[in-house]
């Protein structure tokens, strides 16, 4: 075929910012990590780690789905569901998929899944099943990842089509997407820039709640969250998803953060064997207690997550049950602390 000599074009960039079993809450804060400045679609696929449809989950992916779609760049985004038979015991029909799928529906993005296409085989024969498209009960072999791809590509095929139609006159389904008159001049981006259409109204002539008024209003995202009511409208805040890691490579801390509270950065040497667990490559880490470390963020709108790993642990603390606490507040609220305990959870466990 002719496109296996042009693909992928070496004007091209494929970028995986995938990491071991990390699930949207982490990417719903630190996807700025593992995205490129300029980006021109992102698939996302949590299938495997989100858990079921829970409150919890849907406003993470949420936050996930918006804070990319509000990009400068403005990337499109496509939602893959890749089905495992591990959750299909747990939850049945009724998996992560439908919290991502509700997502999906609301800011208008695809949700592309292999379900629909292989539910019923399961079902009436899990075991060969499993053998012929997975190397467990969650991750799929390589045929497995062949019926994703096709799943993917099935889909681009028939979107493309279904955009050369409508420019040929010959369908009606998509609209006409042209910056002759609506676009900026010389726009980059999604679609040419035609979310970039310029606004001569003044401040105090715009209305936000005529966020439905012009000819691509369905392109804009909501001016509130899922969750949102009507009377959230005039005083919606957009959220700025912000990450502070030890391998924080946009906004590192400064050293002066460090002197004198007890904490040390550590970060693997060149030629450092591949761990198992990418997060453990790069850690602040304190050997004192009471010891105390400052971390700037920055607060638009949302909540603030705290992860950290426990290592050293001996038969002696194992037995008795030995655990630890952090305390975390923000600015001088000490009163409002909010204590993060950690307890031994099993053998060959870490605590997490």
């Known amino acids: 075929m002719w496109w296996n000599s042009i693909f992928p074009h070496p004007g091209s960039q ?26 021109d679609l992102i698939i996302l696929d949590f299938d495997t780690e989100d858990d079921a449809a829970t ?39 009724h998996g992560p998929e439908m919290a991502h799928t509700t997502v999906a529906q609301f800011y208008d993005v695809p949700h592309i899944s292999v379900k629909g296409a292989v539910y019923n085989e399961y079902i009436a024969n899990p ?20 019926l994703l791809a096709d799943v993917l590509i099935g889909y681009f095929q028939s979107q493309i089509c279904t955009g050369w139609s409508a420019i040929l006159g010959y ?33 105090e002539e715009k209305d936000p709640t005529m966020f439905n008024a012009g000819p691509y209003a369905a392109l804009r995202v909501p001016p509130v969250r899922l969750g949102g009511r009507p009377s959230d409208l005039v005083k919606f805040r957009e959220s700025e ?30 030629g450092m064997p591949e761990v198992e667990e990418d997060e453990t490559r790069h850690y602040w880490f304190s050997n004192l207690p009471k010891s105390k470390l400052r971390v700037p963020i920055k607060v638009g709108q949302g909540e603030i997550a705290l992860y950290y790993l426990e290592e050293g642990w001996t038969e002696e603390d194992i037995e008795k049950g030995a655990g630890s606490a952090i305390e975390c ?24």
């Open 14 to 39: 494929l970028t995986n910012g995938a990491r071991r079993r990390t699930n949207s809450a982490y990417f719903s804060f630190c996807h700025g990590y593992h995205l490129p400045d300029e980006t």
């Open 55 to 93: 409150e919890e989950i849907i406003i993470h992916f949420e936050q996930l789905v918006r804070s990319i779609l509000t990009r400068q760049d403005q990337p499109a985004v496509v939602v893959l569901g890749h089905f495992a038979p591990q959750n299909q015991e747990r939850f049945a029909f």
């Open 127 to 146: 075991e060969p099943f499993k053998s012929a498209f997975y190397t467990d009960p969650v991750l799929a072999n390589q045929r497995g990842h062949e």
């Open 171 to 203: 369908s009606f389904d998509v609209p006409l997407l042209s910056t002759d008159s609506t676009g900026a001049e010389n726009a980059k981006g999604l679609f040419g820039g035609i979310r970039h259409t310029p606004d001569d109204s003044s401040p």
């Open 241 to 270: 998803p912000f990450c502070a890691g030890a391998d924080n490579l946009i906004n590192p801390l400064p050293p002066s953060l460090f002197y004198g509270s007890g904490w040390h950065a550590h970060h693997p040497g060149k």
């Open 329 to 352: 507040w923000v600015d001088d609220n000490y009163n409002g602390k909010k204590m993060v305990e950690n307890t031994f959870v099993g053998e060959g466990s870490r605590p997490k």
